[in-house]
């Protein structure tokens, strides 16, 4: 099993910044530290998408509606994933998960944090 620790959610004012971050750890025949680690979200009404992605190596992705306002990035030291996220939108408002996928390729997902954009 892998266990991904999230935090750093919270209600924020349309342009305003909020910084997540999420703690891996499971065992050695699950979490491989070297996988990609990232970030999922879902609004209400719609289907769970990736916001963005890195790998060990400082691979990014993202989607295009987070370009150049959301950051990812990663402490492989501390098997922790982060997401900067500055001009929040309201349409940025959703659960978000961590994940990242184990030695035998499953997925998994944090427990998710709440970020709402709302003036």
């Known amino acids: 099993q892998v266990q991904l620790v999230e935090s750093g959610g919270g209600l924020v004012h349309p342009g305003g910044s909020l910084r997540l971050s999420c703690a891996a750890s499971g065992s050695t025949f699950s979490f491989n530290p070297i996988n990609p680690m990232g970030w999922y979200r879902q609004a209400p009404g719609k289907e769970r998408e990736l916001v963005a992605s890195?790998?060990?190596?400082?691979?990014?992705t993202y989607v295009d509606s987070v370009k150049g306002r959301f950051t990812i990035s990663r402490d492989n030291a501390k098997n922790t994933v982060y997401l900067q996220m500055n001009s929040l939108k309201p349409e940025d408002t959703a659960v978000y998960y961590c994940w990242t996928y184990s030695r035998t390729l499953q997925n998994f997902w944090g427990q998710g944090t709440q970020v709402t954009v709302s003036s």
């Open positions: 890195i790998t060990s190596g400082g691979i990014t």
